[in-house]
């Protein structure tokens, strides 16, 4: 089992910026991936961006260029990096790692809440 733990999140004004931690322990074998999803009220969770081990990223078309992922893998874990925030971002924010195989892990769950 792999455990992620989630931090960082918050309320902040929309122009502003915020930082998310996940930290990943337990049985980490090897790593795919790690990425962040999001899930604003009534929508589908949705990818916000992806890197896998070999710091290969992958991001939503419409966060290029505001939302950064970057990884410490000496400490398993997983940033991201949120400039420029607008309301629309207002959401939950779960951080995911992709195993061997198919095993997959969420985070709890982070509240991102963009509002003046």
């Known amino acids: 089992q792999v455990q992620l733990v989630q931090s960082g999140g918050g309320l902040v004004q929309p122009g502003g910026s915020l930082r998310l931690s996940c930290a990943a322990s337990?049985?980490?074998?090897?790593?795919?991936?790690m990425g962040w999803y999001r899930q604003a009220p009534g929508k589908q969770r949705e990818l916000v961006a992806d890197?896998?081990?070999?710091?290969?990223?992958n991001y939503a078309d419409s966060l290029k260029g505001r939302f950064t992922i970057s990884r410490d893998n000496a400490k398993n874990t997983v940033y991201l990096q949120m400039n420029s925030l607008k309301p629309e971002d207002t959401a939950v924010y779960y951080c995911r790692y992709a195993g061997p195989g198919l095993y997959v892990s969420w985070g709890q769950g982070t509240q991102v809440t963009v509002s003046s």
């Open positions: 890197i896998t081990s070999g710091g290969s990223t």
């Open positions: 337990g049985s980490i074998f090897s790593i795919k991936s």
